[in-house]
């Protein structure tokens, strides 16, 4: 049974650039959240979506965005980087039914560099 | 809004000694407690959880946890610690009424001596 995965591991990009990344939520979850941390710090949480639509969001601007498929995996998007944008991007998945949406698994990561 | 706290930056132990993180957490409603652990270069992996009932948790690799509500503290306990515990320690905690977005604390460093 595949865990959360994220693509890719790594990436840099340049400061004004656009940046897409992928994740594939634990199989049987429905509900994926997306977080940032940076260097020496905890996670912080971006937005969760749940059936295709972002249902909370957190303190981010909205250069940041993203997209939940049908297939319940989901993208992160962030516009016009800033070189504070780099960070490890961490996906969480669980499923929203009977009561398990507390559980959250969370994959490896995406480590980006902004320069 | 819930916040946590974690009063230790860092934590040196010695092998084979026990270890105590503390976790001190706010919150104007009732909320689920967690603790998860960040190996180097790695994602989070829970370590233990209170939802409800007993105030003794006990987690994976011999960790457990207490909480204490009139204290608001939910600390890491493991009796002797092992080199491979070398990690990055979260305490976190979510609202019980959406159990939606989690809220970390700072993190703690353990580092283990030989």
């Known amino acids: 049974d595949a865990g959360v995965t994220q693509s890719p591991t790594h990436l840099i990009k340049t400061r004004g650039q656009q940046v897409t990344l992928r994740c594939s939520p634990k199989?049987?979850?429905?509900?994926v959240s997306w977080y940032q941390q940076a260097l020496g710090q905890g996670p912080q949480f971006i937005f969760q979506?749940?059936?295709?639509?972002?249902?909370q969001r957190g303190n981010f601007p909205d250069r940041f965005s993203g997209h939940q498929f049908p297939n319940y995996s989901s993208e992160l998007n962030v516009n016009a980087l800033l070189l504070g944008d780099s960070a490890l991007y961490l996906c969480a998945s669980s499923f929203r039914g009977t009561g398990l949406s507390h559980e959250q698994y969370f994959g490896p990561g995406t480590r980006l560099t902004v320069t | 809004a819930q916040s946590v706290t974690q009063l230790d930056s860092q934590v040196p132990v010695f092998e084979e000694a026990p270890v105590e993180l503390r976790c001190n957490y706010s919150s104007s409603v009732s909320v689920y407690l967690f603790w998860y652990v960040q190996y180097p270069n790695q994602g989070l992996q829970l370590l233990l959880k209170y939802l409800s009932g007993s105030t003794l948790v006990k987690g994976i690799n011999g960790f457990e946890a207490e909480f204490n509500k009139s204290q608001t503290s939910f600390h890491l306990r493991k009796p002797s610690v092992h080199i491979s515990d070398t990690a990055e320690y979260f305490c976190?905690?979510?609202?019980?009424?959406?159990?939606?977005?989690?809220?970390f604390g700072s993190g703690t460093r353990l580092s283990i001596r030989p």
């Open positions: 976190a905690v979510s609202d019980r009424s959406s159990a939606s977005k989690i809220i």
């Open positions: 979506y749940y059936e295709e639509e972002e249902r």
């Open positions: 199989s049987g979850h429905d509900t």
